[in-house]
């Protein structure tokens, strides 16, 4: 019964594959989100998502293609991958006019 | 854009204490105030948020204080337990529009509790 789920939890390549992660949220939110979280744990948006409409979309290297085939799921493609591209990465979902964002678990992406 | 500051970056504490976190924040344009608890391994979860027309609210062991005039806000934890020790966040909701909501985070404080 898990409310946002990602796959896989953990991803380790090399530099200049390209990967994606999954994102799945059962609570019928109508917003969802994508947030990396560096190795200071410093975390920060980079898409958000409203009935699978792009409405947020921070300063990210377009080889960070999301992906909303419904507003249930979000996906985050990533292309090219850089060193600079290690982190966690987080899907949050949240109702349209609430502020309290669910996150998931989290990826750990390792680029070797 | 909106910052928001946070401190201290870590905090030790002894079992039966209070852990005090401050944050401060820019604009002005914000209708709630949520913190949230992140432990290892896993994702942040929402602990307690307040909105700025009260001064305080208190969830058990957990208070937040809200000064709208220096624009600052504080999460107390009482009583502080070894299962609390964990990364905590304040964040502050920036909505360009009315669909969603963009959290702007701090900078995290890692709380260790001794027992």
């Known amino acids: 019964d898990t409310a946002v789920s990602q796959t896989p939890k953990y991803l380790v390549t090399q530099m200049g594959n390209d990967k994606s992660i999954k994102c799945e949220q059962n609570?019928?939110?109508?917003?969802m989100y994508w947030y990396k979280q560096d190795s200071k744990k410093f975390l920060k948006i980079m898409f958000s998502?409203?009935?699978?409409?792009?409405?947020i979309n921070e300063t990210v290297p377009n080889r960070f293609s999301p992906k909303s085939p419904d507003k249930a799921h979000l996906n985050l493609h990533i292309n090219s991958l850089e060193l600079g591209d290690s982190a966690v990465y987080f899907c949050?979902?949240?109702?349209?006019?609430?502020?309290?964002?669910?996150f998931g678990d989290g990826t750990r992406l390792s680029i070797l | 854009q909106q910052q928001v500051k946070q401190s201290p970056q870590s905090l030790i504490v002894q079992k039966g204490g209070i852990s005090i976190i401050n944050c401060a924040y820019e604009?002005?344009?914000?209708?709630?105030f949520p913190w949230y608890q992140q432990f290892p391994g896993k994702g942040p979860a929402l602990l307690i948020a307040?909105?700025?027309?009260?001064s305080e609210k208190k969830e058990g062991r957990f208070t937040i204080s809200f000064n709208k005039s220096a624009k600052q806000f504080s999460l107390h934890i009482m009583d502080s337990q070894p299962g609390d020790s964990a990364t905590y966040f304040c964040a502050a909701p920036y909505s360009p529009d009315s669909a969603g909501n963009k959290l702007t985070f701090g900078g995290g404080t890692r709380v260790l509790v001794k027992p």
């Open positions: 998502y409203n009935n699978k409409e792009l409405i």
């Open positions: 949050a979902s949240s109702p349209t006019t609430g502020a309290a964002q669910h």
């Open positions: 604009n002005t344009a914000f209708d709630y």
């Open positions: 307040i909105r700025p027309d009260v």
């Open positions: 609570l019928g939110h109508d917003t």
